[in-house]
């Protein structure tokens, strides 16, 4: 294929993979924007709780306003960008794969997570997709994974004291650390 199949012949537009990039990145970024609303308008609804140490729509309100941040950002930077932009490559089957393990395992975190708890949903959550993605050593999986696990469940459960599903090796962090 040469040059020309690749840009609009007029010498002012921009070549069309630029055009795809830049929409595609609008529609990201309002995506990212609209998630991050509709979570925040919830979030902000929520009631307070009477004995947290943190309230508990903290997270929500900052992890929502964050995103409509980083999407309205997003949406500026693809406005602005007038350069030569690469061609979107759409997954292959083995993309499509790997998209698919890790929403299967995102669904599972989640219903692990209220039977063992965070620290340990979160450790096979990691290890799991860190080694499944990257197939590299399964050891250094397994210590990503611990120590998201132990760090997750340190700082949100013990430390900040969020009202998330705590296990047994949650209750033994949190009586390590005083909670």
Do not use: H
């Amino acid at each position: 294929m040469d040059d020309q199949a690749e840009t609009v012949p007029d010498d002012s537009a921009e070549p069309r993979n630029v055009i795809a990039r830049r929409t595609a990145d609008i529609a990201a970024g309002a995506g990212l924007a609209v998630i991050g609303t509709l979570v925040l308008s919830q979030a902000v609804r929520s009631r307070p709780g009477l004995s947290e140490r943190l309230d508990p729509r903290t997270v929500p309100v900052f992890l929502s306003a964050a995103l409509v941040v980083c999407g309205l950002g997003l949406i500026v930077a693809a406005l602005r960008y007038k350069g030569a932009g690469g061609v979107l490559d759409w997954p292959t089957a083995k993309g499509w794969r790997r998209v698919g393990l890790a929403t299967a395992a995102f669904v599972a975190y989640a219903q692990v997570l209220v039977g063992f708890g965070m620290a340990v949903a979160t450790a096979v959550f990691v290890a799991g997709v860190e080694w499944a993605l990257d197939r590299g050593s399964i050891l250094r999986a397994v210590a990503w994974g611990l120590a998201s696990g132990v760090a997750g469940s340190l700082v949100f459960v013990a430390l900040l004291d969020v009202q998330l599903p705590a296990g047994p090796v949650d209750n033994l962090i949190a009586s390590l650390v005083g909670g």
